[in-house]
């Protein structure tokens, strides 16, 4: 009884969108033509999956989650032990490191989107070149993939810190004391104690990279081949006014998440149940 309430408040607020959106999802409901608003099963999923530009979309929306997330791991493990380790000024090297994640993503997105214009950035100036960074796709995924590296490492980096604070200096020493190089400590010692916070930081990071919208819309809008499935979803509901559609897009990126989130889970936690029993 004692949980009825936050069960209650949990089915409102994310169980009923959910439902709606699926129920929306097996009609035909384009506002633009209310009459016409009828049952038709799987067809909108079926029109979907057949549709080159969802793949596209999801080739798009794996890449710039990819190469975002690897980035961000090594970066952020290196921001991670250098706040660790840092004996002076570690509470400026902290703050200074969260300033970016301080920005609002829309306001990081404009800024980047500036800097590399070749007209009033001041990247091609630096690179001595004129290169029309969002006139070809890899270009404008480079700038969309360094904003979001840029924007978000920082909160990798936390994460990762807080895996590291749970390693054992007691630990460490004994493993030096019997004669395990640093590079031994770090993948024998180090890392095995940290899986925890790297899933935590790996599962969060995935999740939200592959519903980036804001960084892509601002910049490119999904021009020169760098629509994601977010904006694919946006545009159908919003621009085309196609409910029915649009709904069985969102339901398609709701699936791919949790699939995601099960991959990860079932991957890591395995590990980490062999860990504990070995343990």
């Known amino acids: 009884m004692l949980c009825a309430p936050a069960v209650t408040v949990m089915?409102?607020?994310?169980?009923?969108?959910?439902?709606?959106?699926v129920w929306l999802s097996l009609q035909?409901?384009?506002?633009?033509?209310?009459?016409?608003?009828?049952?038709?099963?799987?067809?909108?999923?079926?029109?979907?999956?057949?549709?080159s530009q969802w793949w596209d979309s999801v080739l798009s929306t794996v890449i710039i989650t990819v190469?975002?997330?690897i980035i961000e791991l090594v970066l952020g493990f290196t921001l991670a032990w250098v706040m660790h380790r840092a004996i002076f000024g570690r509470g400026l090297v902290r703050a200074s490191t969260l300033i970016p994640y301080g920005i609002?993503?829309?306001?990081?997105?404009?800024?980047?989107k500036f800097a590399f214009d070749p007209t009033t950035g001041f990247v091609n100036g630096l690179l001595g070149t004129d290169t029309a960074w969002f006139g070809a796709r890899w270009s404008s995924f480079f700038v969309i993939i360094l904003t979001e590296i840029w924007k978000t490492t920082p909160f990798m980096a936390l994460l990762l810190l807080a895996g590291l604070t749970l390693v054992p200096n007691d630990l460490?020493?004994?493993?030096?004391?019997?004669?395990?190089?640093?590079?031994?400590?770090?993948?024998?010692?180090?890392?095995?104690?940290?899986?925890?916070?790297?899933?935590?930081?790996?599962?969060?990071?995935?999740?939200?990279?592959?519903?980036?919208?804001?960084?892509v819309y601002v910049q490119t809008r999904g021009a020169e081949g760098t629509e994601t499935v977010s904006i694919t979803g946006y545009k159908t509901l919003i621009t085309r006014l196609n409910l029915g559609l649009?709904?069985?897009?969102?339901?398609?990126?709701?699936?791919?998440?949790?699939?995601?989130?099960?991959?990860?889970?079932?991957?890591?936690?395995?590990?980490?149940?062999?860990?504990?029993g070995d343990l």
């Open 246 to 276: 649009g709904s069985a897009v969102s339901v398609l990126v709701f699936i791919a998440v949790l699939l995601i989130a099960a991959l990860f889970v079932k991957g890591f936690g395995a590990n980490l149940d062999q860990q504990q």
């Open 11 to 21: 089915l409102v607020v994310t169980a009923y969108p959910i439902a709606y959106a």
């Open 172 to 215: 460490l020493q004994a493993a030096r004391v019997d004669g395990a190089s640093a590079f031994q400590r770090f993948t024998r010692v180090t890392l095995p104690l940290m899986k925890p916070a790297i899933l935590v930081a790996l599962l969060f990071r995935t999740l939200d990279a592959f519903r980036v919208f804001d960084s």
């Open 67 to 69: 190469f975002s997330v």
């Open 28 to 51: 035909r409901y384009d506002l633009r033509f209310p009459d016409d608003r009828e049952f038709i099963g799987l067809a909108n999923y079926a029109s979907v999956l057949s549709a």
């Open 104 to 112: 609002i993503t829309v306001v990081a997105a404009l800024a980047w």
